[in-house]
């Protein structure tokens, strides 16, 4: 059987169809933010009692493969990968959150074209592919060693819907896979989130497979899903399900998804960021049923009055920002705290004090991404309710998705 190939750094693909600066923004902006809030320069204080221990640098030079710039940055390399994604980007793969069985709804069908796709694009033989679920794919390319565990690289094949309202305000067709050879945007829905991932690993691993003296030693697997959007029930789940079947409880060595901040600045000092930190996802609904009637004797508060009275209830009592101790955040803090200790003074300051408390409430003062890396999020996203002007509604449901931080729960939330 013919297989399809692919790749490893889920970085690679995001450094090719992004700007850099999507990436590596956020803690410049975090730091050029915090002008107006660097009232305190830092003591002049020993800096070493903040562990932030690095490890020895690997020389990549001397492991006989070919240079990342030649595989992923020269000319040719671009214009092969943005090939790859373009295909990859133009395939409808939608995940609604009415979507019926597999079987018995027809919007599923794009993600049949997903596998044949990938085949296509990448058509290297060393690996071997496993249809789970119907349209969940597991790539497993065997190591020469059976001894070490394997790792484990994800991502997920859907998308968002695209509401036919906001079509007209799209500058480019979202399913048009637009590519601006000037700016370096590659323009369609799922581009970055997270067919970016998918490109990425299966180009990487493409590429390593057809240098001649490359054989990995540990097992490496890929595994996508296709309703990440809507759940993960259907794919990520039957996937878990599959490979613990396979390689037993914690026989995966490690597990990378998509996420992370990438290479980032802060001040002068370059920082690389692994994504070890998630938070959890919880949706609440709430249904109000009341008698109806009409609108020209109302009751005093309908069942949309109602409902916005909860709307203001949740708003008006929002999560609070904190730093766990020694979580990750708290350890990237204390590495910014060695190494950039003038980039952020007023930071740097709270967490050599130890002021946890002040440190969340200043990160949370800066900006949106900050705020919500270290407090549990509450939006009110769907509301429904009513079904004629002049009649009073009888059945209003409100919708509200939450991101709860590590400090929180599914019960606290």
Known sequence: MKIILASILGLVSALTFLPLS????????????????NNAIPPKVDLSRFKCDLVDPLDPSKDGLYSSHDVFSSHQALKTLVECHKVLVEIESICYDDLRNLEDDDRWKPFEEIPRTLEKQYPHEYAWRETVNEFGLVYTVQGSDSSPHPILLTAHQDVVPVENETLNEWEHPPFGAYYNKTSGYLYGRGASDDKS??????????SLLLQENYEPRRTVIFAFGFDEECSGLRGAASIAKYLEA????????????????????????????????????????????????????????????????????????PFEPRIIKDGPIHEALICFTRYSPYAMPSLTNYIKRGQLDRAAQLLAQIQRETQYFIQTSQAVDWIAGGQKINSLPEFTTLGVNYRYAPQDSIGST
């Open 246 to 317: 396979r390689y037993g409880e914690d026989g995966i060595a490690v597990i990378l998804d998509e996420g992370g901040g990438g290479l980032q600045h802060v001040g002068d000092v370059l920082y690389a960021l692994p994504a070890v930190y998630e938070k959890g996802y919880l949706d609440v609904w709430f249904d109000i049923s009341v008698n109806g009637g009409h609108s020209s004797t109302p009751t005093p508060h309908t069942s949309i009055g109602m409902m916005s009275e909860i709307v203001v209830a949740l708003k008006s009592n």
């Open 22 to 37: 999507y990436f590596t923004g956020f803690l410049d902006q975090l730091s050029s933010s915090f002008d107006k809030y």
């Open 197 to 206: 991932a998918i490109t990425a690993l299966m180009s990487a691993m493409e």
